[in-house]
T-cell receptor
């Protein structure tokens, strides 16, 4: 079993819809949770960064962490074709170390 | 956000030659940088942790003599793929972090070994 599980997709949604992404993990030591967006042949771009359980909102993006269920989510509201990319969840047991464990990534396609 | 610059963005080389990839933190100092490898439609796999002024720490299964890492300054780490072979063809990405907890990535280098 992988430490971090993420559905590879592809996830296809119409423009304007809500994109819902999630990851599950098995290591209870993970405390820091991140979501990255990666366009083809580019480096990952940090979207959201959260610590422990709870919600965090930034513009059209909302990240949720449920440590009791070992489950994290990312929601993208009012999706745009430019949101089409691969979304990677990542997590770490501590901030200072920053050895991230990544999910496999979910490919998202937003159709105009 | 912080800027991490990676160069070159793509490189093609002949089998048996060596290739150097540079990773620079442009607006912050980074005592630690990370090197990842990514295969098509796969996630990032950490190869090694680059430490300024000391030896890199390699992940299990990564050949130290094949992937040479040098972190000579607080803003530059280099990865050299020595005696490259077609199986080394991959997308290589570096990352670094400023003082806060967030990690930023370079734009990646696509290596193709013929």
């Amino acid at each position: 079993q992988k430490e971090v599980e993420q559905d590879p997709g592809p996830l296809s949604v119409p423009e304007g819809a809500i994109v819902s992404l999630n990851c599950t993990y098995s290591n209870s030591a993970f405390q820091y949770f991140m979501w990255y967006r990666q366009y083809s042949r580019k480096g990952p771009e940090l979207l959201m960064y959260t610590y422990s359980s709870g919600n965090k909102e930034d513009g059209r993006f909302t990240a949720q962490v449920d440590k009791s269920s070992k489950y994290i989510s990312l929601f993208i509201r009012d999706s745009q074709p430019s949101d089409s990319a691969t979304y990677l969840c990542a997590m770490s047991p501590k901030a200072a170390g920053n050895k991230l464990t990544f999910g496999g990534g979910t490919r998202v396609l937003v159709k105009p | 956000g912080a800027v991490v610059s990676q160069h070159p963005s793509w490189v093609i080389c002949k089998s048996g030659t060596s290739v150097k990839i540079e990773c620079r933190s442009l607006d912050f100092q980074a005592t630690t940088m990370f090197w990842y490898r990514q295969f098509p439609k796969k996630s990032l796999m950490l190869m090694a942790t680059s430490n300024e002024g000391s030896k890199a720490t390699y992940e299990q299964g990564v050949e130290k003599d094949k992937f040479l890492i040098n972190h000579a300054s607080l803003t530059l780490s280099t990865l050299t793929v020595t005696s490259a072979h077609p199986e080394d063809s991959s997308f290589y990405i570096c990352s670094a972090k400023p003082r806060d907890e967030k990690l930023f990535f370079g734009s990646g280098t696509q290596l193709s070994v013929l």
